[in-house]
């Protein structure tokens, strides 16, 4: 199976422009792919100033951002994942979606927000799920979740072998922590950044770019520039995650002790 990123630049609240960049950094024609996972909010920019402003980039699955996503799987041959703003029954949602060809196979809702995300939008309301992909199976979360162990392991104990995860990183942690996330639930994941800044209203965000392919045995197997946009694309076996043993004698799903551990 071939993985990969876009890291992208996008400028806010210009779509048409966004697409465009897309398609300039990565060459259609070249790229030969199975999954690739573009930023979190990678059409809209993320500094947003009001809910109004939240309701006027949002969609529903199938407008023109699904329609630019399933072009780029079209294209590419490839599976996408992408965030995007979705609108429910008045609702807005940090989402992202998974397509394949002109088919959306799920759209996902940010379940942990992070800082004024909160004032913009709700929180997820949808479980996690993982969903058959060029013979993988491929789980969703979105940037802020890397936080929360939680998320990673409800996507191995739902049987991902691949955790696409569309990401505006402006912390300087996420990609040290996914070589954890991933070695202890021997998952492959995918972290698609992006890269500039931000400034709007009382808000300044700088992202740190480095997006990242990390293996199921904590290995990095690709590492973008944190100043530029970048596409890389690896080859791997999804089916080294469905091993969960590290050694003869350890498995790091079947020796868990859930009931020793405190809940809640």
Not at 117 to 137: I, L, N, S, T
């Amino acid at each position: 199976m071939r993985i990969g990123y876009i890291q992208t630049d996008p400028v806010f609240g210009d779509k048409e422009r966004n697409f465009q960049r897309v398609m300039e950094i990565v060459d259609v024609e070249a790229v030969k792919a199975d999954l690739i996972v573009l930023p979190e909010l990678f059409a809209t920019g993320y500094a947003f100033t009001s809910r109004l402003e939240a309701h006027d980039l949002g969609e529903l699955p199938g407008e023109e951002t699904t329609r630019f996503l399933c072009r780029l799987s079209r294209e590419t041959g490839a599976a996408v994942a992408a965030g995007f703003v979705e609108v429910e029954c008045e609702q807005w949602f940090n989402a992202a979606m998974l397509v394949d060809g002109d088919r959306v196979i799920n759209t996902y809702r940010k379940i942990h927000l992070f800082n004024k995300e909160k004032m913009w939008f709700a929180p997820g309301d949808k479980p996690f799920a993982v969903h058959p992909v060029r013979g993988a199976r491929v789980g969703l979360m979105v940037c802020y979740d890397w936080m929360f162990p939680e998320a990673a392991r409800s996507l191995a104990m739902l049987g991902a072998d691949v955790i696409a995860h569309p990401a505006n990183l402006v912390m300087p942690y996420c990609q040290k922590a996914m070589v954890t996330r991933c070695l202890e639930n021997r998952v492959f994941a995918v972290t698609a950044n992006r890269i500039g800044t931000e400034a709007r209203g009382e808000d300044k965000f700088t992202f740190t770019g480095g997006s990242q392919i990390t293996s199921f045995n904590g290995g990095v197997l690709s590492s973008a520039p944190t100043d530029r946009v970048h596409a890389s694309f690896v080859d791997i076996d999804p089916h080294a995650a469905r091993d969960k043993k590290i050694n003869e004698y350890n498995d790091v799903i079947s020796d868990r002790r859930p009931g020793l551990y405190t809940t809640g």
